[in-house]
């Protein structure tokens, strides 16, 4: 009979965390869409779902456009292939909007004007910044508070009118969406419903219904409209009273790397809502009250807090165990932390906090 740990550790063989891929790029396909508020943690978590983690491989692919990051799916940024954004964003939009446009409704007279607006600035000066923009759109007579700024970006950006350009110095910048997605993928709805259900349940699976429903905030009735669609590709088993679906094969019986270090919206806990508690045996996270700690999984399970303070000679991970760890354990979060420090160019250090 399957477990909850059991079904975690699937979970980290579906998201590559135990199959890492070659490239960035194949990561990013394959997980459909990557949750990417902080750029710096969301840029690990797709490097560290690869073989060899480079801070210049998603990097590259930003800058050329062939992955973007973006407002889709939930009203906050995700990192999407070029190929998927359009059909994505088309077909999660109308219940994603309303969020964004209930808070613009002080300047909804205003929005026509505010995008040609837009328009005009990036069609004269391509990858401008957040503050770029904003000084453009004032000297044209349209002063807008930072809030303001975000929310009509994130508008603008889910009508598919613009979408992020080159970063520069590392800072996120937006371009017009015909220059960086010129020739865009688009699905009739009932397609796009069966393409998402077939590739969340393999890269996130398994799964359940309302974990797809949440992820992509969808209605209960077209998630099940695309896995009806999708249900002769993938196998499903029953646990807990609930349905998950995957793509076809058996339960690993083991995890390598058995370690690895995330933040708490790394898509091992954000890519679910109604069984994302697999991964957490110890109860660290409380149900419906999230928490901004990071993760230091073992086998599929939160084992411990982790924090990460970064220097310009090391970075140091405070690791906060739920309860004393064996010398196994601990080697594997030993481990996932020289292969964080590899990446980032720095010197790996522990501070270890005595669970009592």
Known sequence: MLTDRDIARWRLRSQHLAAPL??????????LAVQAENPSQSAWAVATRTREPSRHDLAALL???QVLRTHVLRPTWHYVHAEDVVWLIELTRDRVLPTVDQ??????DRLPALEDAVVDVLGESPAGTRTELAEALAQRGHELTGMQLMLLAAHLELHTVIVSGAPRDGEHTYALFADRVPTPRRLERDEALVELAL???????PATERDLAYWATLTLTDVRRGLAGA????????????TYWHAPGEAPASSSPAGHLLQVLDEMYRGYQESRWVLDEAGMLVRGRESAIGMALVDGQLLAGMKRAVNAKAVTFEIRPTRPLDRGEAGAIEGAADRYARYLGLEPRIRWIDPA
């Open 103 to 108: 808070q613009l409704k002080p300047l909804a």
């Open 63 to 65: 800058s050329s456009g």
């Open 22 to 31: 070659d490239q960035a790029e194949d990561v990013v396909r394959s997980l």
């Open 231 to 242: 249900a002769d590709r993938l196998e499903s088993f029953e646990h807990d009273d609930r």
């Open 199 to 205: 590739r969340y349940f393999t890269s996130h699976g």
